[in-house]
Structure formats: structure tokens, C-alpha cells
């Protein structure tokens, strides 16, 4: 099995300037996220119409029999 590598621990002068920082309110500006390519846009946004009309259209048998398949998906995987 493969070991974890930890992050060295922050020094202490490090942790004092960044709480220092927060209560001064002298935070960097948070970087805006960067858009979205227009062909990512648009995918993400026939994706989160396609989950609910697919749900709204299947019986509630079909969601049941599609959950089970999910589920049965998950355990055969087996732990990670």
C-alpha cells in the first residue's frame, strides 16, 4: 500500500502573519474564477436540464430499478 506524503507543518511566524492578515482585513482579493469555454457552458447547462427531465419522465418503479443497478454498481467495486 502506497504511503501518504504530509505537507510540511507551517512555521509559526507563517501562521501568526496570516492570522494578523484576517483580523487586519488586509486579505488579498480573492481570485474571480475563470469562465467557462462556450462549449463547457453549454454542456454544463444541458446536463443540469437533462437530470431533472429524466427524473421527472421515469416512474417511480424505473428510479427505483435505476437506484438498485447504481447501488449494486457501488459494491462491486469494493472498498478503496
Known amino acids: 500500500m502506497a504511503t501518504k506524503t504530509r505537507k510540511p507543518k507551517e512555521d509559526f511566524t507563517q501562521v501568526a502573519f496570516r492570522v494578523m492578515q ?5 486579505e488579498p ?4 474564477p475563470e469562465p467557462l469555454s462556450p462549449k463547457a457552458a453549454a454542456g454544463r447547462k444541458g446536463g443540469k436540464k ?3 427531465a429524466r427524473a421527472n419522465q421515469l416512474t417511480a418503479e424505473e428510479r427505483s430499478e435505476a437506484a438498485r443497478r447504481a447501488a449494486r454498481a457501488r459494491w462491486a467495486k469494493g472498498p478503496r
Open 50 to 52: 437533462g437530470g431533472e
Open 29 to 32: 482579493p480573492a481570485e474571480e
Open 22 to 26: 484576517k483580523a487586519a482585513h488586509l
